[in-house]
């Protein structure tokens, strides 16, 4: 199955021409979105991320379809101290 997968801000790929923000993964069938991870290398934690398939935030044992749609995005924290 082949899924698109967009990366945001620290999570992008560094290629010889630029960095890299959109990606076509081929997953065998039944994988989901914690596999995904793993084959991006994807260091953080999935705590740490904002996972969205298809536009619906959702967390890492998810499974995925052939032509879905994945956004990675780290969390972001703030505040004052």
């Known amino acids: 199955m082949l899924v698109t ?5 620290i999570l ?3 290629a ?3 960095l890299v923000s ?3 993964v081929e997953l065998p ?5 914690a596999e995904l ?7 953080l934690s999935p705590d740490a991320l904002l996972l969205a398939v298809n536009g619906r935030v959702s ?3 998810q499974s995925l379809m052939d ?8 969390a972001i924290s703030g505040g004052v101290c």
């Open 59 to 61: 967390d890492p044992q």
């Open 37 to 43: 991870l793993d084959e991006l290398e994807i260091e």
């Open 67 to 74: 032509g879905d749609q994945v956004n990675l995005m780290p």
């Open 29 to 33: 069938d039944g994988s989901r979105l």
């Open 22 to 24: 959109r990606l076509q």
């Open 16 to 18: 010889a021409d630029g």
């Open 5 to 9: 997968v967009h990366l945001h801000t």
């Open 12 to 14: 992008q790929k560094r």
